[in-house]
Structures are given as C-alpha cells and as structure tokens.
C-alpha cells in the first residue's frame, strides 16, 4: 500500500483539532493560548522551511554541506540548552556546551552510520540528518534536565558541597553526589521510553518507516538503533557538558560561580 499524500487544504483541516485545547486553556484562564498560536505558527513556518531546504540537501547530498547543518542544529540547540537550563548566555558556558554537543553527536553519528549501518557515502543526507535530529532533539531535552539540575541543586545545597570540601574532598569528589543526581535526572526520561515502547507507544521512525512501505520488522531494527544512538548520545552529552563547564564556573577556591544562573 503507497503513502497517502496530505494535500495543504488536508493539512489545515488538522489545525481545527486546535480548537480542543484552546477551549480547555481559554476556560481556566491559563494564558497559554497566545503562546499555544505562537508556537504552532513557528512549528508550521519551521517545518515547512525545512522541508524545502531539505529536499535541495538531499538531492546534492553533498557531505560537506551535510555537516554544515549539522553544524547550524547543534548551534541552535546550545542556545536553547542554555536558554531552557535557565543559565545565562556567557561564552564560559556557550562553548562548553556546543563543544560536548557536537563532539557527542559526532561519535555517534560516526559510530552507527559507518560502522553499524555501513553507508556507502560518508554522512548520506537521507541518514544522517534524520538521524542526527532524533539525536539531538533528545540529547536538548537531557542536557536541559541534567545540567538545570546539577547547577540549581549545587546552588540549593552550597552549605552540603562546602562541608565535603572542608572535610578534605577535592572538587570533583564533592561534586560527586550532585553528578550522580544530575546523570539519574537526565537519563529517566529515555530510560522511561525505552521500557515501554512497543507496548505503550509506537515511536516516530517506526510509524514513519512503516508509514513509507517498510516492513515492521526493518523498521523495529532502525528504531532498535534508534534508540540506542540517542541513549549513548544524551549520557555522553550531559558528562560532557558539566564536565567542560565546570571548567570555567568555578573560582579558585572552588565555589561557584551563581553569575551564572538566572534565578
């Protein structure tokens, strides 16, 4: 059975579905509304820019440019990172975090496209983009998680990290526990997914695999992979991204740098 095509008169028929949680927001005077069209009109302009941008990337499917957009998402995702951590936008921690991005990215992305998938072409448009947004757009939603979580809890809990530095703890022991608590955080929520998909839900790339003409079974091995390529992708990135900044929040006699923070 083919794909059903959507034409765009299709399509804006959906957004009538809207109207539902409006009414619910509207009669509980939440104040989401205004942000709910918002956002929906930036999904629809977002997505549609993509759409045309990646049909021009996928038909030269050139490498090079393949890893400029790359380059261009992960740029974007540290800034949201950073903006949802509710830190503030300072090179000692924009830097950081772009760097345990990209190079979280990259080792996975090489890792799974040439030597699990084994693409003929390095970085293929049709695998690594897809794949790298999956990725990406849950190694935000760890590292949102993990490093709000380590920084406002180091915060809360200074007269805790400054009884294990008294106590003869170097930096990174006393910040153990708070690590700890950051890297459990962070990898809940695909720990959570990972346990119950299939049974509960059935994920984007399958649907969409099976969607296209594939059979279940191809699709369940993509999705296998899937999901395996974005639990390394967000632990590796949120190690990495408290590692790197904490090599520049700190002063030197170990306190935190609170200029950081936003509340």
Do not use: H
Request: contains cysteine; aromatic residues 12%.
């Amino acid at each position: 059975m083919e794909i059903i095509e959507l034409s765009w008169l299709q399509l804006s028929i959906a957004f009538i579905s809207l109207l539902i949680p409006a009414a619910i927001l509207g009669y509980y005077k939440t104040g989401l509304n205004s942000k709910m069209f918002i956002a929906t009109v930036r999904m629809t302009l977002q997505l549609i820019f993509v759409g045309y941008y990646l049909e021009y990337i996928f038909e030269l499917d050139n490498p090079w440019l393949n890893m400029a957009w790359i380059m261009v998402m992960v740029i974007v995702a540290d800034f949201a990172t950073i903006d949802r951590s509710e830190l503030s936008r300072k090179k000692e921690l924009i830097i950081p975090v772009f760097v345990a991005t990209f190079f979280g990215i990259i080792l996975i992305n090489f890792f799974f496209l040439e030597l699990v998938i084994q693409l003929p072409e390095l970085l293929a448009a049709q695998y690594a983009i897809p794949i790298t947004g999956m990725v990406l757009g849950n190694c935000l939603r760890s590292n949102v998680i993990g490093i709000n979580d380590f920084y406002y809890s180091l915060k809360e809990n200074r007269e805790r990290f400054q009884f294990f530095l008294s106590c003869g703890a170097n930096r990174s022991e006393a910040l153990y526990p708070f690590f700890q608590t950051a890297l459990k955080k962070s990898a809940n929520p695909t720990l959570a997914s990972m346990a119950t998909i299939g049974l509960v839900s059935l994920p984007g790339m399958m649907t969409g695999q099976i969607l296209s003409g594939s059979s279940p079974m191809t699709a369940i091995q993509y999705q296998i992979m899937i999901m395996l390529a974005i639990f390394s992708g967000t632990i590796l990135s949120v190690y990495l991204a408290i590692k790197l900044c904490n090599r520049t929040v700190f002063f030197e006699n170990d306190m935190l740098d609170e200029s950081i923070l936003k509340n």
